[in-house]
């Protein structure tokens, strides 16, 4: 059994049991005149891995933040552990592990005194974890943290958000910092957190070859609003581009029964389509149809 059959095994019977680890309902928010968010509404049932994709401004630091309750929207309503987020109790937020863009961790401290803070909040801290992770990272439990590398910083970030063992993780540009070696470490790191805990993450990133090794999900974030949300690779194998002359084009695709995900004027009365479907692409005459890249669905379902 593969790791994506496992989770979606997981997924299943937790639905029956459990509420939604995550629920937003119709979340509005904007910056002054320009909005932000706009009725965006969106589910992650727990043991969930999604990886959150969208442009630089799409508001993908803001829907965490708003997620997490540290923006207020304009209107409506988030729920964690099918819990209204204004009535979470300790215990509840205990259960969420966060790692911002910036680490802003408390530079005067050493790693082990800013680790030993953090452990007096949760009572299920994991000190044989921590100290795994913090050996293996190489990170100095004794030097000041402002003496600390970028990349060591984040890393040190990421191990404070995994210490308590979370059942919500989320993960704003967590690799950023990082040279690939230290990337491909921790994403090991994640997939064994979810394979043993069935932890719900959130991870959001601008490097999509991440997302290929470790989202069993992804979300396309555009217009202030979760456009299409798939497992990765049901949504690789199902999607196409479509090029041809637009009418042929578009009879095509409504013939077969095509999902169109985005659209590419190319002029002279062509046009390329984004589309999806079950099962395999006929062709017809006069038309291209060609596999995607995670990169160019980035690009047609984000523009």
């Known amino acids: 059994m593969n790791l994506q059959t496992t989770q979606n095994s997981a997924q299943a019977a937790a639905h029956h049991t459990t509420p939604a680890t995550v629920a937003i309902h119709n979340l509005s928010l904007a910056y002054g005149a320009q909005p932000v968010l706009q009725n965006l509404s969106w ?22 933040e708003s997620l997490l309750g540290l923006r207020e929207p304009a209107q409506g309503e988030v729920q964690l552990f099918g819990q209204p987020l204004a009535a979470l109790g300790d215990a509840e937020r205990a259960r969420i592990g966060y790692v911002p863009q910036q680490s802003n961790l408390f530079e005067w ?22 100290e795994s992770l913090l050996t293996r990272w190489g990170i100095n439990h004794h030097q000041p943290i402002g003496k600390l590398s970028g990349g060591q910083q984040q890393r040190l970030s990421i191990i404070r958000a995994l210490g308590h063992e979370p059942d919500l993780l989320v993960l704003d540009e967590p690799v950023a910092s990082l040279d690939p070696a230290g990337r491909r470490d921790f994403l090991q790191e994640l997939v064994a957190q979810v394979i043993d805990r069935g932890t719900t993450v959130v991870f959001s ?44 084009v578009r009879q095509q695709v409504q013939a077969q029964g095509w999902q169109v995900l985005g659209e590419t004027p190319l ?13 395999e692409a006929a062709t017809w005459p006069g038309t291209e149809v060609t596999a995607v890249s995670l990169e160019d669905l980035f690009m047609g379902l984000t523009q």
């Open 43 to 64: 589910q992650l049932p727990p043991g969930q891995v999604v990886g959150l994709l969208g442009r630089n401004g799409a508001g993908k630091t803001t829907l965490i």
């Open 109 to 130: 401290m050493t790693p082990a005194q800013l680790l030993a803070y953090f452990k007096a909040f949760y009572p299920r801290w994991n000190d044989a974890k921590v």
């Open 205 to 248: 990133t601008h490097i999509l070859s991440d997302l290929e090794r470790v989202a069993f999900n992804v979300a396309f974030l555009a217009a202030g609003r979760i456009v299409l949300q798939a497992p990765l690779d049901e949504l690789m194998d199902g999607a196409r581009s479509i090029t041809g002359p637009s009418l042929v």
């Open 267 to 279: 002029g002279h009365g062509h046009t390329r389509l984004l589309a999806r479907r079950e099962g």
